[in-house]
């Protein structure tokens, strides 16, 4: 906040405008300060404690009617999702839209916020520069208040007046250049720092809306999968007995290829037909891509190189076969995220597994066909069943507000981590080749 020496507003302007800065400029800056210049001076008790309380009761009114419509909303969208769930390819296409959406509103965020950082030091930057010189400004708008309460006399009126006004003028010829320039860096600074505010107010609008934005796509979202895994209400009873089977398999392994086989090997021949007779789809590759209702994947996952896009926003932290500071080598990668951010498949699958392992932490694991298969790990929450067939940009699961992996616990670092492995036949393959355009050397957002 800017302190001219704690003088009246009006004053300040006045003083402002001899030393020549622009009327619009003081005007605007003392406009601003005013609120507190009027708190220094100090205000009228009553009529303040009046202001905060019609300020609660607007406030609370604010509030009840968000509520009420939140509410409306809600209820609106539970209808409308309703009526899609019986078209599972509509339910699906929307599951896969409003997580695109999440996802783009999620980089949007992360890049609003990028964007305000350099501001706000910017703004810090000046306010330092304009504090420390707050005595040099103060004696200047002193001196010139003081002139202009006391006019300089008429030189017929009082010759010894005039002698005086003289030595006067000569001292103020000495500093007045150089108080004029620094009354000139002063509206420098504080033009600067209006366009910093502006941008800066129009920056937190924008960020405002963005949030608002994906709070709603968010609960559209959890409207979504709650239909989605109502619809798999008529399979408890055999998921059920899978979890069981899968989790005794979890606690009889120690690494994930092993778990892996068993999982594969402990396949039920049904399952297993079915599977096969969803890969018989003999519709071109692309058609089959972009069919909402499919039960198997579209194309071969080994075809697909250069397409595959990276599950969640973030930055990567990790390379696959760098250095893991074990003495080994890292088996996958890792991506630093937002805290609750979307995860999305990467490709089409069936989850196998979903759940707790060791100390990779809620680990889901989907059979992309033709003995891939894809670990995603350190989620908070997981959003799909065993037995599920998800889509590519289907969301599977949601990160937490820190990390999950005993590994990355380990290391001090406590962000959202997730972590993400390819496997041919049991054995970990480099993602990096399958990783869309752009996507191989940072993860957007």
């Known amino acids: 906040m800017i302190c001219l020496g704690g003088f009246e507003p009006r004053s300040a302007l006045v003083a402002a405008l001899a030393l020549g800065m622009p009327v619009a400029l003081a005007a605007t800056v003392l406009a601003q300060e005013r609120p507190t210049l009027l708190a220094q001076v100090g205000t009228d008790n009553k009529t303040e404690k009046l202001d905060t ?10 509030a009840r009617d968000a509520q009420n419509k939140s509410i409306e909303t809600e ?51 000046i306010r330092k520069s304009l504090d420390g010189r707050r005595a040099v400004i103060g004696e200047v708008l002193a001196a010139l208040q003081r002139i202009g309460h006391r006019p300089p006399p008429a030189l017929i009126a009082s010759p010894e007046d005039a002698l005086q006004s003289v030595r006067t003028a000569m001292l103020l010829g000495a500093v007045l250049p150089e108080m004029r320039q620094e009354v000139e860096a002063l509206a420098n600074d504080l033009a600067a720092l209006l366009t910093v505010r502006k941008q800066i107010a129009a920056e937190r609008d924008k960020l405002k809306g963005e ?26 009873k055999a998921l059920d007995a899978e979890r069981t089977r899968t989790a005794a ?29 969803a890969r018989s789809d003999t519709r071109p590759a692309m058609a089959a891509l972009h069919d909402a209702g499919r039960m198997a994947p579209a194309v071969a996952f080994a075809s697909l190189r250069g397409r595959v896009p990276i599950p969640v926003n973030g930055i990567k932290l990790t390379e696959f076969g ?16 937002r805290a609750g951010a979307q995860v999305t498949a990467p490709a089409d699958g069936w989850v196998v597994y979903a759940g707790p392992f060791r100390s990779y932490g809620q680990l889901l694991i989907l059979n992309a066909g033709n003995g891939y298969h894809i670990l995603l790990a350190g989620m908070e929450r997981i959003s799909v069943d065993l037995g599920q067939f998800v889509l590519t940009g289907e969301p599977v699961a949601v990160m937490g507000d820190s990390s999950h992996i005993a590994a990355i616990l380990a290391t ?9 492995e ?23 957002g």
Request: charged share 35%; net charge neutral; no cysteine.
């Open 53 to 62: 309380l019609k300020q609660r009761d607007q406030d609370l009114k604010a």
């Open 75 to 125: 209820a609106t969208l539970k209808r409308e999702i309703e009526q899609i769930g019986a078209d599972r390819r509509k339910l699906n296409q929307d599951l896969i839209d409003t997580a695109g959406r999440i996802r783009k509103v999620e980089a949007q965020i992360t890049e609003t916020e990028g964007r305000l950082k350099p501001l706000d030091e910017k703004q810090a930057a």
């Open 211 to 236: 949030v608002a934005s994906l709070g709603n796509e968010r609960t559209r979202m959890t409207a979504l999968i709650d239909e989605r895994q109502k619809q798999q209400a008529e399979r408890e």
């Open 249 to 277: 398999l979890a606690r009889q392994v120690d690494n994930l290829k092993d778990l892996i086989a068993k999982l594969e090997q402990g396949l039920d021949p049904a399952t297993r037909a079915a599977r096969e007779a």
């Open 322 to 337: 760098a250095p893991d500071g074990t003495g080994g080598s890292e088996k996958g990668v890792s991506i630093a995220t």
């Open 412 to 420: 001090g670092s406590s962000q959202p981590v997730l972590y993400i």
């Open 422 to 444: 390819f496997r041919k036949d049991g054995t970990p393959v480099d993602p990096g080749p399958w990783w869309a355009a752009g996507e191989g050397e940072k993860a957007r």
